[in-house]
């Protein structure tokens, strides 16, 4: 059974970082993609960021470009979101989730398995 478990959230000031983690079980996939959505009070879910197993590249959204650094850990089998100079805009819940048939994409529908998410608040 495929399981993500997200962790790292919380309350920073404006300005402040943190830094969240995926940690994924149950994996048979030899190529797959790891991604990180946010979904805001009243807003649509939207994908922030995402990385290949398969080589390592990684995207992201405009939104969070040159603040947000996805990486992975194969060994520990979790990938992070490394988010810096975070802005009240960026409170949300964020999700990861895993795509097993790697498209690269930053759609919901691209993903197959989902974590429960962690809650993130920035604070003005």
């Known amino acids: 059974e495929v399981q993500l478990v997200e962790s790292g959230g919380g309350l920073v000031q404006a300005g402040g970082s943190l830094r969240l983690s995926c940690a994924a079980s149950?994996?048979?996939?030899?190529?797959?993609?790891i991604g990180w959505f946010r979904q805001a009070p009243g807003k649509e879910r939207e994908g922030v960021s995402c990385?290949?197993?398969?080589?390592?590249?990684?995207y992201y959204a405009d939104s969070v470009k040159g603040r947000f650094t996805i990486s992975s850990d194969n060994a520990k089998n979790t990938v992070y979101l490394q988010m810096n100079s975070l802005k009240p805009e960026d409170t949300a819940v964020y999700y990861c989730a895993a795509d097993t048939t790697n498209r690269r994409g930053l759609d919901e529908w691209e993903y197959d398995y989902w974590g429960q998410g962690t809650q993130v608040t920035v604070s003005s």
């Open positions: 149950g994996f048979t996939f030899d190529d797959y993609a």
């Open positions: 990385i290949s197993s398969s080589d390592g590249s990684t």
